[in-house]
């Protein structure tokens, strides 16, 4: 017996990737539903090699199924997702919305899989934003081994990250680029993303932050240490998928660059590809697809007593979202529902 699973926003960048993912990982699918605005009723998606018909997530009833992967957005998620929760379907979502709740636990199950069972009060489990989920895959290793004090992170995100409407920007604007027949100005980014890169993703706060930096920070300490100081510089950079970080890194004990590389290639959900050579290290463009989290460059920074510097790469729609609410959802099969 496995599981009756929803995905909702399952016409969009994350939950294809979700239904794609599902079906590569065999995760124990007795039932599924897809679904997605009204607008999009009766779209076909593909769930491994079967293609589905999305439904209404405004009229669908949640009753008798097991989990919903929600993404969907923070407006949609709200309206939604405590209705699916109350009939009693554990929510595994993407947005922002509930990823500070006390009540909610935030998990990169490489990270902090045993917060889990914190699923109960809310019948809501959230997935962090999609620049922390692969920092903290990295960061944890070599903060068991070293104790991280503090992080400075400058990211280089994928217009995927905005969805479907911040891909087809930069694929209208770099087309005009060539043939400009007709102007595309910025609507879903502040401005030209076609061969610029921008340094503003989400609102800015009081602080001068960005919202995004603001969560790195905040999401890094609820998943990992709340003892870890992080500050970030956000980026969106003209790439369709995969995310990029600069991580600094400043240990408690010394850590030697070789020993780090050890410990990296040993971590669960890391590949290490550092060589030290022309092309020895990951570029977004090859992550996309894998479900791993790459490190690249690990060297020590001599600037301070203890330091690492290291380059961190992931595909943003998998670890950063659909893959890892799947693992989320893998997690919750075996340490609570035990289906299938
Ligand atoms: N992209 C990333 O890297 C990433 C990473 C982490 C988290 N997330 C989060 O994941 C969520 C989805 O992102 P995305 O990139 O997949 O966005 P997207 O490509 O724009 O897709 C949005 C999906 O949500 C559906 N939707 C929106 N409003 C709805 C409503 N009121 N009722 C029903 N369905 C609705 C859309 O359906 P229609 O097609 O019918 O409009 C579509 O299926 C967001 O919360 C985002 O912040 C994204």
């Known amino acids: 017996m496995g599981y009756k699973v929803v995905v909702a926003g399952a016409t969009g960048n994350v939950g294809r990737e979700m239904l794609n993912i599902l079906a590569e990982r065999e995760f124990p699918v007795d039932e599924i539903a897809a679904l997605a605005s009204r607008k999009s009723l009766g779209t076909e998606v593909s769930f491994g090699d079967k293609t589905i018909k999305t439904r209404d997530l405004d009229t669908f009833d949640f009753t008798g199924w097991d989990i919903a992967l929600f993404a969907v957005g923070s407006e949609a998620t709200k309206a939604y997702a405590p209705k699916a929760a109350a009939a009693g379907c ?3 979502d993407n947005s922002s919305l509930y990823r500070y709740d006390p009540e909610i636990p935030l998990i990169v199950p490489e990270v902090n899989a045993d917060a889990i069972h914190g699923y109960a009060k809310r019948n ?3 997935n962090p934003n999609c620049s922390t989920a692969q920092m903290v895959v990295a960061l944890k290793p070599l903060h068991d081994r070293a104790r991280i004090k503090r992080v400075v992170v400058s990211t280089y995100q994928s217009v995927s990250g905005a ?13 005009a680029v060539y043939n400009p027949v007709q102007e595309v100005p910025p609507k879903k980014f502040s401005k ?12 800015f706060l009081d602080s001068g932050e960005t919202k995004e930096e603001w969560k790195m920070v905040a999401e890094t300490k609820k998943i990992l240490d709340p003892s870890i100081k992080v500050t970030a510089t956000c980026v ?3 790439v369709f998928v995969g995310h990029s970080e600069a ?7 010394f850590l030697d660059w070789q020993e780090a590389q050890d410990i990296l290639r040993e971590a669960p959900g890391i ?13 977004p463009i090859e992550c996309v697809g894998e479900f791993a989290t790459y490190v690249s460059r690990v060297r020590q920074d001599s600037t301070i007593e203890n330091g690492l510097n290291l380059w961190c790469v992931s595909d943003n729609l998998r670890k950063g979202a659909a893959l890892n609410a ?3 959802a893998e997690l919750l099969g075996s340490r609570v529902l035990k289906k299938g």
Do not use: C, S
């Open 326 to 328: 799947v693992q989320i």
């Open 271 to 283: 590949m290490l590809v550092d060589k030290r050579e022309a092309g020895g290290y990951v570029t």
């Open 124 to 126: 809501i489990i959230a």
């Open 192 to 203: 030209q993303i076609a061969f610029n890169v921008i340094p503003h993703i989400d609102v």
């Open 90 to 92: 554990v929510v595994i």
């Open 163 to 175: 969805g479907k409407e911040g891909m087809d920007e930069l694929w209208e604007q770099t087309k």
């Open 247 to 253: 991580i600094n890194i400043e240990t408690e004990e």
């Open 236 to 238: 969106r950079v003209p």
